[in-house]
C-alpha cells in the first residue's frame, strides 16, 4: 500500500527553501573559513555573515510569501462564498502576474454565470406565465363540461399540472432567494404547519420542547418542512416532529411509521422528479419534487436532508441547518 503525503502548502515550501538555502550557505561560509584558518579569526568573521544571509533570505521568502498567498487566500474565499445568487464584488487583481490573470477571469467567470442564472430565471417566470395561462382557460372551459365524472377528472389533471410548474419554479429559483435571513422562532413555525395538517384531519404532532431562535429564511424553511411532512402524511398516514439544536446545526425531525424506503433508493429519491414504483407511486399524487426541494433549501441554509429506515419501521427524514445560512452571493 503507497502511502501519500500532504503536499506542503506554497508557504511551507517558501519556508523549505530559506532554511535549505541557510543549511547550505552556512555550510559554504564553514568550509571557506576551515581553509583560511591562518587568519587570525577567520571562522569567527564569516559567522556573521552567515547569518545575516540568512536573516536577508527570510525576509525575502516571507516577502513573496505574502505576496502569492494573500491573493490566492482572498480567491479561495470568494470562491467558496460564491453561490450564483447574485455576482459577487470583483476582487481587486493583485500579485505576480499570474496570480492577477488567474483573478481577472475569476471575476468574469462569476459574473457570466450569474448572468445565465439571471437569464435563467427570467425564462421560467416567461414559461410559467405563458403555461398558467392555456391552463386557466381549460379550467373555465371544462366548467360547463357534461358529465360530472369528466368535468372533475379535468379539473383534477389541471390542478396537478399547476402544481407540478410551482414545485419547478421554486426548485429552480431556490438557490437565488431574495428572502432575506431573520432570527425565527423556529418551534412556532413548525407548530404553525402542523395546525395546518391537524386541520385537514391528518394525525401530526410536535414533541415537546424549548423554544429555539435560528437565523433563517421562515418562508422557504416552511416549505421545506411541509414537504417532509406532507410525504409523510401522504405514505405513512401521520408524522412526528421533533427539533434539536447545538451550538452549529439545528435539526428539525420528522418520522413516520410507513413502510420506510429500500436502503438503495434512500439518496434517489432526493433527486428531481425520483419516484419508486412500488409504495411511492404515481396515484399519490406529486411530481417527484418535494424531496428535492427540501434539499435545495436544506443546502441554501449550509444544511442537508438525510432519510434512514426506522429500526422499529417507517421512515426518518432528517433536515439538517447551519448556524450562518448564505446570504452572500
Known sequence: MKLRLPAPSLRAQLLLIA??????????NWMLASGLRHLHGGYHLFMPVSVLTFLALLATVAWLSARVTRPLRRLTESADRFSGV???QPLEPEGPPDMRRAIEAFNGLSQRISDLLGEKDQMLGALGHDLRTPLASMKI???GMRPVEERTALFSTVDGMERMIDDILTLARTGRSAEPVTQTD?????????GEFTAQGATVE????QEIVWPLRPDLLTRAVRNLVDNAVRYAGG???SLAADGQYLVILVD?????????QLERVLRPFSRLDQSRNRATGGAGLGLAIALSIARLHGGNVELRNRADGGLA???????????EP
Open 141 to 143: 372551459r371544462a366548467a
Open 206 to 209: 410536535l414533541e415537546p420542547g
Open 256 to 264: 413516520d411509521d410507513g413502510p420506510g424506503l429500500p436502503e438503495d
Open 317 to 327: 427524514a432528517a433536515l439538517r441547518l447551519g448556524r450562518a445560512p448564505s446570504e
Open 186 to 194: 423556529v418551534r412556532a413555525l413548525v407548530l404553525g404547519i402542523v
Open 86 to 88: 447574485e455576482p459577487l
Open 19 to 28: 532554511v535549505g538555502g541557510f543549511v547550505v550557505g552556512h555550510m559554504l
Open 239 to 241: 408524522a412526528r416532529l
